[in-house]
C-alpha cells in the first residue's frame, strides 16, 4: 500500500464522518424544532386561561361575561 492510496482512504473515511455528522445534526435540529413548537403550543394555551383569570376578561375579545380564555363563548 502506498502512501497515496492510505490518504485517499483516510480522505473518503472523513468525509463520510463529516456528512454522518452533518445529518445526525440535522435530523436532530429538526426534531428539537418540532418539540419545542408543541411544547410551546400546549403552554400558549395556559398561559392564556391564566392571564384571562388574573385580568377578569377574556385577553382575546375582551369579554367579561366568561373569564375562561378561548372558550366556546369567545367572539373570535
Do not use: V, W
Not at 14 to 32: H, K, P, S, V
Not at 50 to 55: D, M, Q, S, T, V
Amino acid at each position: 500500500m502506498g502512501f497515496e492510496t492510505m490518504n485517499q482512504y483516510l480522505l473518503g473515511f472523513l468525509l463520510i464522518l463529516l456528512l454522518g455528522l452533518t445529518a445526525g445534526y440535522a435530523i436532530g435540529r429538526r426534531a428539537g424544532f418540532r418539540q419545542g413548537f408543541a411544547s410551546g403550543q400546549a403552554q400558549d394555551k395556559l398561559m392564556l386561561r391564566a392571564r384571562a383569570y388574573e385580568l377578569g376578561y377574556c385577553p382575546i375579545c375582551q369579554d367579561a361575561q366568561h373569564q375562561d380564555a378561548h372558550s366556546e363563548n369567545c367572539k373570535e
